[in-house]
């Protein structure tokens, strides 16, 4: 080989054509190649960092006096004014969170989650997907596929996989958006969870995620109608049940007499089950509340004994326990996030210090309802907890319509939901479903809001 041919390596060649690296010279890519640190090298630079932090620390509380250090004088205010403000919202989270604890936990949450335990481990969710496919009836597939997700406790991530089961069964473009859409906002628990908090907010955010999702659903459809090509298409079998269905209907309306019964809904009925005399040592007062709620625990325990006379006798021990470990299982998973959201959506409401932040969204114009609706576009915003910052929101100044435009597209889709969604549906329909969830979610605030404040 000459000396001319030694510099020069073997072409590289791709489909556009052929390149040729000559030794002693980078390409650009060459100066991203950096050798890996030793780890010498780390620990020198977290010293240096430390460092940084210790010497930044100090000019922030220390300064020289006569050549002695001495404390600042404005170092020691602001540190009282921090240890202060985390007192005051400490005492108001811990105050909100005692305040659930006492009145929502047992008397709407953890009904709630035997029920929807219970619904997606003994409902058909294969039903569903064929319900929804590709060439079921528009009129039947895109309602469905709204309000099926209240089989589920998912939120805008935990969607994905079934989304992406709904596209390989055969499942159209439009009915999986809908789902899609819908599941994280419109199940069984936060709808319960919404109606104890927010009310005046429950019919409203109901017909607004289902309206939306069904037109979000049916614009994607149009636009993109071919992605189910791109899919291998699993067709599901429907399993028989070993049950009739009147003895599942049985069992599910038992259920949602218990949930019905612990939120007081038959408070009518219940309180005057047990005489107030017989509790009369406690007070007037006090032998009436007591004579309440042992109404309403004496019929919830008939509920709850009902509901095992059913078990025994209409399904198998191992249905059973696996509906009790998804009942844990779901409990495990929601309950301290829902803990933590109570505790800190408090704790903010112990301090007025980003109040003034909320003036942007305290009308109902477009702009305060499109930035309500991009933020919750952005964020990680549950289904359950974004009712406790909604509310929050609102206590501060926050209007309606921006703070419904907050909680339909917080749940919906996410920041980390549509990284995972691009290479499922691309950027292009990616982009184009969160351009629609902002869009849609803005609209539906603006209605609600110019109808007057909850």
Not at 17 to 36: A, T
Not at 136 to 152: D, E, M, R, W
Not at 170 to 191: H, K, R, V
Not at 376 to 382: I, Q, S
Request: with cysteine; aromatic share 12%.
């Amino acid at each position: 080989m000459s000396e001319k041919n030694k510099n020069v390596d073997i072409p590289v060649c791709a489909d556009m054509g052929c390149e040729v690296n000559v030794k002693g010279k980078k390409s650009k890519d060459d100066f991203n190649l950096r050798p890996e640190k030793s780890d010498f090298e780390k620990f020198v630079i977290k010293v240096i960092w430390v460092a940084f932090f210790v010497c930044f620390a100090i000019f922030l509380i220390l300064t020289s006096e006569n050549g002695r250090p001495v404390l600042r004088k404005d170092s020691i205010e602001m540190a009282m004014n921090v240890a202060n403000w985390l007192v005051l919202s400490s005492h108001a989270g811990a105050t909100s969170l005692i305040e659930f604890l006492a009145t929502h936990l047992v008397s709407a949450m953890v009904p709630a989650f035997f029920l929807a335990s219970a619904i997606s481990t003994f409902f058909s969710k294969e039903t569903i997907i064929l319900t929804i496919g590709k060439k079921a009836n528009p009129l039947v597939s895109y309602p469905i596929a709204a309000f099926a997700g209240a089989i589920l406790t998912v939120c805008s991530c935990g969607v994905l996989p079934i989304f992406m089961s709904l596209l390989q069964s055969g499942a159209g473009i439009g009915p999986a958006i809908t789902f899609l859409y819908a599941s994280p906002a419109i199940n069984l628990i936060s709808i319960i969870y919404t109606w104890k908090i927010l009310p005046g907010m429950l019919w409203a955010r109901i017909f607004a995620v289902a309206f939306s999702a069904i037109f979000i659903g049916l614009i994607m459809q149009k636009l993109f109608a071919n992605i189910a090509d791109e899919f291998e298409h699993e067709e599901p079998e429907i399993k028989k049940s070993k049950r009739k269905p009147w003895q599942e209907g049985l069992f599910f309306l038992v259920l949602v007499l218990v949930m019905l019964t612990s939120t007081d809904l038959f408070q009518g009925l219940t309180s005057k089950v047990i005489p107030a005399e017989w509790f009369a040592a406690r007070g007037s007062e006090m032998s009436v509340k007591t004579a309440e709620f042992s109404g309403k625990m004496l019929f919830v325990a008939l509920e709850i004994l009902a509901v095992i006379i059913i078990l025994r006798s209409w399904f198998s021990w191992d249905e059973t326990r696996k509906w009790l470990k998804r009942t844990w299982r779901q409990g495990g998973e929601i309950l301290p996030m829902v803990i933590l959201g109570v505790f800190f959506s408090g704790f903010l409401g112990g301090t007025s210090s980003i109040v003034s932040r909320l003036d942007m969204v305290a009308d109902n114009s477009l702009t305060s309802n499109l930035i309500s609706s991009f933020i919750g576009a952005m964020l990680y915003f549950g289904s359950i907890v974004g009712v406790n910052v909604v509310d929050l929101f609102m206590r501060w100044g926050m209007h309606a319509g921006p703070a419904l435009a907050l909680l339909l597209a917080g749940p919906s889709i996410s920041l980390p939901s549509v990284m995972a969604l691009t290479p499922i549906m691309g950027k292009k329909r990616t982009f184009a479903f969160l351009f629609l969830v902002v869009i849609f979610s803005a609209a539906m605030g603006m209605l609600f809001g110019s109808m007057g404040k909850i």
